[in-house]
């Protein structure tokens, strides 16, 4: 059984504070009867979030965390103690950020990028704010213009920090900021290069998406989300206006923008956003 992870667990019996479930090692944890609901019944499979209550014990819950193991989120720092301090990740039960894992002291009302992992010596799930630590250097290969997960960070004189794909150090240059961002945001973004430092420069747009407006930008940012579409500069016009909005002479314009620029294929009756 994953303390600080979702686990498949199975319903082992009713009682009057909740229902035991187990896992596969006969492992069992407590899921409070405010988790229940009517249709969950004995032998039932759960997905259930697993981590520690304030006696120590493992205790079970429906609720979802916003931040996952081994990842990075902004959180709400809500009391500081002689233990540490504590923050919001959407659970009953605080998140205990030790002064050990503060790099700056923590205050009450205040939002930290912090990271959440299990301490080895106590099985507790614990957050960190000395984040650098645990950014890890991009050893995969990440081709440019690949979509990737951002978080965003902080400004620097050079640009915008981020968190690429929930693990790796990344940054925006200034000049590549082509929309209003703020820190916080999980927005989508798109490789640049990998840094011989392991570190990513990241654009929050494919290359040459700055220079495309009108309609052929309305086109782009749809395909970004639909990945193709079932349309061609032969399509009904009443297909094309249906689909996306647009008269067929504006839409065989738009095509043709973007396919000279290298950003979409087009074939058997669709076009498709080139990756």
Sequence with gaps: MKIGEYNELTILRFTSVGAYLTDEEDNDVLLPNKYLTDEMLLDDIVNVFVYRDSEDRAVATTEKPLIEMGGFAYLK????????????????????????????????????????????????VVGSTRVNRYLKDCEEELLPEMEVDLLICET???????????????????????????????????????????????????????????????????????????????????????????????FKQAVGNLYRKRLIAIGDGKITLIE
Excluded: C
């Design 156 to 250: 620097t004189d050079l640009g915008v920090k981020v968190v690429v794909n929930n693990k790796y150090s990344g940054l925006i240059f200034r000049s590549d900021i082509s929309k209003p961002i703020k820190r916080g945001d999980s927005i989508k973004g798109y490789v640049a290069k990998v840094r011989g430092d392991g570190k990513i420069d990241v654009r929050l747009n494919i290359a040459g998406y700055d220079k495309i407006s009108g309609s052929a930008k309305d086109l782009l940012e749809l395909l970004q989300r639909k990945k193709s579409l079932n349309l061609t500069d032969k399509s009904d016009p009443d297909d094309i206006r249906e689909v996306i909005g647009m008269s067929k002479k504006t």
């Design 77 to 124: 720092a809500t009391a500081v103690s002689h233990f540490g301090a504590f923050v919001d990740w959407g659970l009953e039960k605080e998140l205990m950020v030790p002064f050990k894992e503060q790099n700056l002291k923590l205050e009450e009302g205040r939002y930290y990028l912090t990271h959440l992992f299990l301490d080895d010596q106590t099985d507790r």
